[in-house]
């Protein structure tokens, strides 16, 4: 019988809740509509598999698990990234990865980021919104996303804007920002479209697969250049909601969807 393997990666995190719930949902979902493949965990992030090896919780990166299914004889291989877009993480740590490996199974398979395609980007919007509170005619959202060094609004299609553009045409009340300042739209410009909307109550989502660190502390902390606070400062009340993309089931079937593109392309 063909061995065969799913490695779901992720960016990783340190908060025991978001890898139980956001990566967890993940990868619980994949492993049900996978059961053929032997489900692995890899993290890309350096400093937060070095932090939680500090707690006693290992997880390889990307090519450590892959050397491991090597050695243990498995012949098929098929990589899923839960990262959010195909940014600079997923192109240094997983894609490029492809070449260094094709020869060491008989197939090796990557499947994409959650929002690559025109499709994703519809479906994702369309998930995103059915996770959203029953709005008041005064209330708003605001999705923080995290923008990324290489600018990927530029790089890929504006994908923020891209995105705001989708629910601007669905007449829904959200602004999208990001927590990168010179990455564009950035929270300066949530905070001219907050004003211009005149919202007296906001929701604050974290736009990213994973609620860690940017959710918990630049998104809804209580230092004064938080989000959280910075938006309190205008007179306008918030609620935040602290739970990543990665544990709505919607978007677990995105994941699920795009393994089974890739497998389809493969053969």
């Known amino acids: 019988m063909t061995k065969k393997a799913l490695v779901v990666i992720s960016f990783g995190s340190t908060f025991d809740e978001t890898r139980l719930k956001d990566i967890g949902g993940i990868e619980q979902a994949l492993a049900n509509a996978f059961p053929a493949y032997d489900q692995y965990r890899a993290f890309t992030s350096n400093i937060i598999r070095k932090r939680l090896a500090e707690r006693g919780v290992l997880v390889d990166d990307t090519e450590t698990v892959l050397q491991k299914l090597q050695a243990a004889g498995y012949e098929e291989v098929a990589l899923q990234p839960t990262h959010l877009l195909h940014g600079e993480e997923f192109e240094q740590k997983v894609l490029a990865l492809k ?50 060094p290489r600018n990927n609004n530029r790089a890929h299609g504006c994908t923020y804007v891209k995105l705001q553009s989708i629910f601007d045409a669905m007449q829904q009340p959200i602004v999208i920002g990001t927590v990168e300042d010179e990455d564009k739209p950035n929270l300066d410009d949530v905070l001219t479209q907050l004003k211009a909307r005149r919202y007296k109550h906001v929701h604050l989502y974290p736009l990213m697969v994973v609620a860690g660190d940017h959710a918990n ?11 959280k606070s ?26 699920i969807q795009h393994v089974l593109q890739a497998l389809a392309e493969a053969r």
Do not use: C
Request: charged share 20%; no cysteine.
């Open 99 to 148: 070449e260094r490996f094709h020869e060491a199974f008989r197939s090796i398979i990557i499947s994409r980021p959650l929002i690559v395609s025109e499709n994703d980007y519809q479906l994702a919007a369309a998930a995103l919104i059915a996770q959203l509170p029953q709005l008041g005619a005064d209330e708003g959202v605001v999705f923080m996303g995290h923008g990324t």
């Open 217 to 227: 502390n630049d998104m809804y902390g209580d230092e004064p250049d938080s989000w």
């Open 230 to 255: 910075q938006i309190e400062a205008l007179g306008v009340a918030t609620t935040g909601h602290l739970n990543g993309m990665g544990r709505y089931k919607s978007i677990q079937a995105l994941y």
